[in-house]
């Protein structure tokens, strides 16, 4: 059965979509995992992290995205969502790896904010937060891992992420504002699950852009790691592989056609990939995997 993780921040810039995919290529290369991305942010960087500008603007111009899906939801009667020709299967320019992915659209800008007015349809059957697993249901289980990388918000189509996630975990630089609403998150995923009936699980906060140098970002990072994060609202805990602030990661956003390369060679070799691989390590056990 497929472990279901959702990467989620209220606050842009923090380096969830990077976390989100080099959790997924380190996973499927170094731990033999195969991995489903699902990526919900309209900002569709996770998409062109993992097929390039060129394969998405492809997919986008034909609606094979999950835009057509929630774009669907609002005429459930002339649905053309269809999910084989949707997945991309084998993504990733990291050798030795299995990684599929749904993408995202620009177009679910637009989406988010018209549905919360979706038709219930017939006997009240259409709720607006099951959208994405009526859809993905049959292939979770193909999976040892599926990653939804999350919209910064906690709105609609991000409740559809966390509906059928077991558990979430939030990257965040180490200082007051990427940390401000961590606390909101809890709140709001905990009473979302109660109302669910089903337990979706911190698993904890993934500290990124990390400078060494920088003494608040040591601070935040001590008082996260060793449990007194309650000073900053919330008593999730820090994971403890971090993540540091790095040209070489960031010049991973840059997908490399027709490229397969190792992981050091997309992440770097001043031990980037040992930091992923920790991470993983760590995400693993917590899930029992």
Known sequence: MAQIVSTINLKGGVGKTH?????????SAEFGKKVLVIDLDPQTNATVMLIGEDRWKKLNDE??????????????????????STLQTSVSDVRETRI????????????????????????YTQNPT??????VRPILDEYDLVLVDCPPNLGIITLNGLRISDAYIIPTIPDILSTYGIPQIVKRVNAFATELGKPIEPLGIVISKYRTQNPLHRNISADLQN??????????PAFSAIIPENTQISM???FVPNGRRTLRQKYGYQGQVDVYRCLVDELLKKLGA
Not at 130 to 135: M, N, P, Q, S, V
Not at 227 to 236: F, K, P
Request: proline residues 4%; hydrophobic residues 40%.
């Open 19 to 27: 976390t989100t995919v080099a959790l997924a290529e380190t996973c």
């Open 63 to 84: 609606s094979q995205t999950l835009a057509r899906l929630f774009q669907d939801a609002f005429d459930p009667d002339n649905r053309s969502f269809d999910l084989k």
């Open 100 to 123: 599929d992915l749904l993408p995202s659209s620009l177009d679910l800008i637009d989406v988010q904010d018209r549905l919360a007015s979706i038709p219930v349809g017939r006997f």
């Open 130 to 135: 099951e959208i994405l697993e009526r859809a």
């Open 227 to 236: 449990g007194s994060g309650r000073r900053l609202g919330t008593d999730v």
């Open 252 to 254: 991973t956003a840059e």
